[in-house]
């Protein structure tokens, strides 16, 4: 793919490529999800080959695991601190049950997962977040696996790319998740004073603690097209002022237009983005 | 279970506690007030300036919350926007530069909750603290007279030592809001509470701060000297350790630490 692919918009359909919009044909018994944006039932594996977005645009939330696949080189994505997983420091009612529960239903252990891997030829760490765990909640092992992988990235150079989605902090943690925030961003700092690169892609929803902490920490950030990004909640904000929102208020573009992130990055060509930006921090030859 | 969490929050939250002013004014000396963050405002919720303890040259960095309603209103009620953030954050570099120990008093609710705040960036502004206080080379210290509000709160704590009156709260989320999210029901703030482990017991033995101030005898003049006697003699500690920085990181590293 030439360099500047992705800043291009397709004209036509035949401009599109081959990958993606339409190529495959569903079966009628085929299950459908319905765009919440265009209100279209898409068959689900024409939402799967099209980086699970919508023929509209609308990008769907999508799992760690998913997100790991699309954006890595092929087999390379090698697991780390798996064993990290969060206790229960304050004993906190029904904490342990429902993390027992999450955990069966979204069969991962925390809601980040951490690794090194290669994208585009570039080796780095990479953790992403995972939405359907407790929506991404940052308690004790999130911080402690992302701090982690930002040490393990400093002593061995190597570049990090993050994936945020995450509804804040863990309350169930109390001071110890809110904790995180600080150890995490300590982390970063140390990485970006060795002369590191970490880029951020904020992807719907970035709120709260994670938001005011590494998401926002990064060299380049970019964010998927519609994702809501902000520190405190619109409903809340809502509620505390009485005035209405302003349309698009803490989507990604609202963030471009306030100077909070870098770019806008579709799926379809992020990951020859990513790979693009990881390579221009790797040096090059001598001029 | 007891309602004591709960008080304790009342109490943080009464209106006729100290605020930050009445620390400055009784610990420091020819405290000069500086202004604004050289990027946007002036953010009245955070004061902010250099004073003596002492003989010593400090910067202090008080979160206002007002004493009356007119006060209150006109300081948000001690809730910073962005700008107060970074006002804070501008005294604080400033304090390195000039090898000044930085000392903060904090007390709110939590970071302004905002369109204005989200349009520059409060979750920018409180990140960026949290980096930079983690690096800044001189000795911070931090005490949470009243509320310890989440973000808004930790965003001034990222501290060599971090003390708590006996009556202040350090929390993650106030207890209205944990009881509204997990029971859909903001009239069990009081469990809440009991469950969040918010007192300066608790976070003193979570190891979240490293004391907790008595507010026995608050009302008399000892109370100030107390607490100014107990600044320098911490102070002199921190100004001479080579390892500040190593330590000031792995006091945060430590909590959530897995082996």
Not at chain 2, 218 to 238: D, N, T
């Given at each position: ?7 291009y ?32 039932a ?43 997983t ?12 429902k993390l027992?529960?999450v ?26 977040m995972?939405p ?23 002593e061995?150079?190597?570049p ?9 902090a863990?309350m ?18 140390r ?6 690169f970490y ?12 938001t005011?902490s590494?998401a ?7 964010a ?5 990004v ?29 100077g ?5 990055s ?9 790979s ?8 090059g030859d001598?001029? | 279970?007891?309602?004591?969490a ?13 605020t ?6 009784g ?5 000069f007030?500086?202004h ?11 004061i902010?300036?250099?004073?003596y ?20 209103m ?69 005490v ?9 709160a930790?965003?001034l ?14 929390s ?15 009239t069990k703030?009081?469990?809440a ?5 918010l ?8 190891g ?20 100014r006697?107990k ?29």
């Amino acid at each position: 793919m030439p360099i500047l692919d992705f800043l291009y918009k397709p004209k036509n359909e035949l401009e599109k490529g081959g990958r993606a919009v339409a190529p495959i044909q569903a079966d009628a018994n085929e299950p459908e999800k319905t765009c919440p944006n265009c209100h279209k039932a898409i068959p689900l594996s024409r939402i799967w080959a099209n980086f699970n977005t919508c023929t509209c645009g609308y990008h769907f939330r999508m799992s760690a695991r998913q997100r790991i696949t699309f954006i890595t080189d092929k087999g390379t994505f090698s697991e780390m601190f798996k064993e990290v997983t969060s206790q229960d420091p304050l004993r906190f009612d029904g904490y342990k049950q429902k993390l027992e529960t999450v955990r069966a239903a979204s069969n991962e252990e925390e809601a980040v997962i951490c690794g090194t891997a290669v994208i585009g030829g570039v080796k780095c760490m990479l953790f992403v977040m995972e939405p359907n765990f407790m929506m991404g909640s940052m308690g004790s092992a999130v911080g402690e696996r992302i701090t982690r992988a930002f040490e393990y990235a400093t002593e061995h150079r190597l570049p990090v790319v993050g994936y945020t989605v995450s509804g804040g902090a863990r309350m169930q943690e109390g001071l110890i998740s809110l904790m995180q925030m600080a150890k995490t961003s300590g982390a970063v700092k140390r990485h970006s004073d060795a002369g590191l690169f970490y880029l951020t892609v904020l992807t719907d929803p970035t709120t709260g603690g994670v938001t005011a902490s590494f998401a926002m920490e990064g060299d380049i950030i970019l964010a998927e097209p519609g994702a809501t990004v902000g520190f405190a909640g619109a409903r809340v904000i809502e509620q505390t002022t009485r005035k209405t929102l302003p349309k698009g208020f803490q989507k990604a573009e609202f963030l471009l237009e306030h100077g909070f992130a870098d770019a806008i990055s579709p799926r379809r060509y992020q990951k020859s983005l990513v790979s693009m930006l990881l390579k221009m921090h790797c040096g090059g030859d001598e001029l | 279970m007891s309602t004591g969490a709960y008080e304790t929050v009342r109490k943080a939250r009464s209106s006729g506690r100290y605020t930050g002013i009445d620390f400055i004014k009784g610990i420091f000396n020819h405290f000069f007030e500086l202004h604004g963050d050289r990027r946007f405002a002036d953010d009245s919720a955070i004061i902010g300036g250099v004073a003596y303890l002492d003989n010593t040259p400090v910067t202090v960095i008080a979160i206002e919350k007002g004493h009356n309603a007119r006060e209150r209103m006109q300081r948000l009620f001690g809730a910073p926007n962005p700008e107060g953030y970074r006002k804070a954050l501008r005294l604080m570099k400033q304090a390195e530069k000039f090898h000044r120990p930085v000392i903060c008093f904090v007390d709110t609710s939590g970071a302004y909750c905002g369109i204005g705040a989200e349009e520059r960036g409060q979750g920018l502004a409180i990140a960026e603290n949290l980096c930079e206080m983690m690096t800044l080379n001189t000795p911070v210290i931090s005490v949470l007279i009243g509320e310890g509000g989440s973000g808004g709160a930790l965003a001034l704590s990222v501290a060599d030592r971090v003390y708590m009156l006996e009556n202040a709260v350090y929390s993650v989320i106030s207890p209205e809001g944990c009881a509204s999210i997990l029971w859909k029901d903001s009239t069990k703030a009081a469990e809440a509470a009991e469950c969040l482990k918010l007192t300066a017991k608790d976070a003193l033995k979570l190891g979240v701060i490293e004391e907790v101030i008595s507010e026995d005898n608050m009302e008399q003049p000892e109370f100030f000297a107390g607490l100014r006697e107990k600044l320098k003699a911490e102070l002199r500690v921190l100004r001479k350790d080579p390892q500040l920085l190593d330590k000031r990181y792995n006091r945060f590293r430590a909590f959530g630490r897995t082996e």
